[in-house]
């Protein structure tokens, strides 16, 4: 820890919060997260935006060409613990993304002009990181781990469907188990992937919704997805319920467009959710 770093927090900590020199007057906050390297807490004085049950702050590195380490550290780890003004609680920190990122960056930089500075003197984008509250019981089973290997096993099934169906229209339309064979392969793949999104839309997402107010964006863009993917699941199966009768592209196309999707779905759900299912296992897991 710099000196400077060190002095703004003494002094944060000695008078309830407030601080005086550059931050005199400033949303200031204290965040303390795990040292990817070395495991040991590290804390870091941030400037801040309240949004509804949530706390913003911003991996700005004052325009620097580079994360900031806390930034790596909550990416590698999200659980973190925050002291602002005289209140000290514990909670997750989960980047935001894509045009919601934007707007409050922009928002942000509007209300303290050095952040659109920062963002001028580098050419990352700089990130935006919501910490919600939440108390976490602890490092348990890789649950985010597991949901990787979980959209693994489905991608692969998906190749393995889209090889079989090649293989049919290749020349052996005509063999009865063939087309038995296809028909059987298509209601296992979509009956695992219709399992997995019950067991997330029955269990996990009420969970994380109610430790987690604040992930219900994320949430909600979930579940409108996976109405999207229930609908591709059953055009395909009906598409392939006698796959002898269909256009062979037009087969072909739609399980490519479900593929896609579905990998679309698969990557923001890993991206956002994977570092916190990790880090609350026993919470996830508890009936």
């Known amino acids: 820890m710099s000196d400077w770093n060190r002095q ?59 994360d900031p380490a806390w930034y790596h550290n909550v990416r590698a780890d999200p659980r973190v613990t925050v002291e602002v003004g005289t209140e000290t609680f514990e909670g997750v920190a989960l980047p935001v993304e894509g045009e919601e990122r934007d707007r409050l960056y922009a928002l942000q930089g509007e209300r303290v002009p050095a952040y ?79 399992e997995h999104h019950d067991n997330e839309e029955g269990r996990a997402f009420p969970r994380l919704e109610a430790e987690f107010p604040g992930l219900a964006p994320v949430i909600g863009r979930l579940r409108r997805e996976h109405v999207a993917v229930t609908a591709n699941r059953l055009r395909l199966q009906a598409m392939l319920d006698d796959p002898g009768s269909r256009d062979p592209g037009r087969v072909r196309a739609e399980l490519d467009r479900m593929t896609a999707e579905l990998d679309a779905h698969f990557a923001y759900e890993e991206e956002q959710l994977r570092a916190l299912m990790n880090a609350v296992g026993p919470l996830w897991r508890r009936p």
């Open 8 to 66: 703004v927090i003494e002094e944060f900590r000695g008078n309830g919060g407030r601080v005086g020199g550059p931050f005199e007057g400033a949303d200031l906050l204290l965040l303390t997260s795990t040292g990817r390297k070395t495991g040991e807490p590290r804390t870091t004085p941030l400037g801040y935006m309240a949004d509804g049950d949530r706390l913003l702050v911003f991996a700005s590195n004052a325009g620097q060409p580079h």
């Open 116 to 194: 659109a500075e920062y963002q001028r003197q580098t050419s990352r984008v700089i990130p935006v990181v919501a910490v919600h509250r939440g108390h976490l019981e602890g490092r348990g089973a890789a649950i985010g781990d597991e949901l990787i290997k979980i959209h693994d096993d489905l991608r692969a099934r998906l190749a393995d469907l889209r090889a079989d169906v090649d293989a049919f229209y290749a020349g052996s339309r005509d063999v009865p188990d063939l087309a038995r064979q296809l028909r059987e392969h298509c209601v296992s793949v979509c009956g695992v992937l219709g």
